[in-house]
């Protein structure tokens, strides 16, 4: 919206700077923390008197999590959302078609989320909505987004899966493209969701990657950069830097409510509308496989789960004394704050990895 701005800019020098996207970015990462900072307390204190018990907490999980975060509430990605939301609203280009694409996933996966999070509280159970249901659901936006990808792309590489690290590698999918899509942004969706276990171990690393996007978004966008790296140019994608700075801006306002012990939990409404959106942006800026390595953390996450169940299924045997593995570790000894800091660490070692595939070619 102040991006329209800028046009006086031709009479007021001084509205230039809203054309700018590093000043527009750089205002949503503000915006969104302010409005978290202002409406939060009011949100917990609300979501803490509707839910009662708050989020019911697994009784097969570590011993500790019962007595320390039994009425918690839950559904704190309402306020990551609207944060999000209304400072993108605010500062992108409205005109722009892949900030409405992302915004359509981040809705939509958080719509799910606070349906599978009203089921767990009113049935104070943490099996929520069916998962074959929700998969679907979440798949059929997921397509839908990457369909419009599809279609705002241009260029011999709109349907092509660009590999990193390697010059002018691109694998053409065709109309499989969108299924291929819709998978890297359902995984990435309940990626997240299952990294979501300790106070503030979600939150970080989807802000670490949130970052690693926007800059890749920025350079992609730009013909000048793009040139530079040798990366393949996509335009109109440098305006999702502002969204990865609504979201920067929103999970830095959450932490503060979310930092051990947690005030709240952002439930599946946060942690499916944060790695959709992630997802989205990666599958717009053709750096599906570089998701994958900035976003690890949310890859190994998953893999001990398949690992697990796989296992456990063909064997009768565990591999992990509990699954996703973050438990594993707390089970193995190490502090809450241990597993949450190291975990971490892991993720800005894989950012930086991954970032280093812009030049690396």
Known sequence: MLYFLGQLGDTLVAFNVFRYITFRTAGAVITALFFVFMFGPGMIAMLRLRQGHGQPIREDGPA??????????????????AGVVTSTLLWSNLT?????????VTVGFGAIGFYDDFLKVKRMSHKGFGGKQRLAIETLIAAVACFFIAQLGEGPYSNALLFPFVKDLALNLGWFFVLFGAFVIVAAGNSVNLTDG?????????????????????????VTFSDYLLINHVEGTAELAVVCGALIGA???????????????????????????????????????????????????????????????????????????????????????????????????????????????
């Open 64 to 81: 500790g999590h019962i007595l320390t975060k039994k009425g918690t509430p839950t559904m704190g990605g309402l306020m990551i959302l």
């Open 198 to 222: 300790l106070d503030g171990l979600a939150i970080v690393p989807v802000m670490v990657a949130a970052a690693c996007f926007g800059l890749i978004a920025y350079l992609v966008g730009s």
């Open 96 to 104: 722009n078609g892949y900030v409405w694409v992302v915004l359509l």
């Open 251 to 361: 999970g830095l306002g959450f932490l503060w409510f979310n930092a051990p012990p947690a005030q709240i939990f952002m439930g599946d409404t946060g942690s499916l509308a944060l790695g959709g959106a992630l997802g989205s942006i990666a599958v717009a800026t053709k750096h599906e496989i570089v998701l994958a390595i900035v976003g690890g953390l949310f890859v190994l996450e998953t893999v001990s789960v398949i690992v697990q169940v796989t296992s456990f299924r063909l064997t009768g045997k565990r591999v992990f004394r509990m699954a996703p593995i973050h438990h594993h570790f707390e089970h193995l000894g190490w502090t809450e704050s241990q597993v949450v800091i190291r975990f971490w660490i892991i993720s800005f070692v894989l950012a930086l990895i991954g970032l280093s595939s812009l030049k690396l070619r």
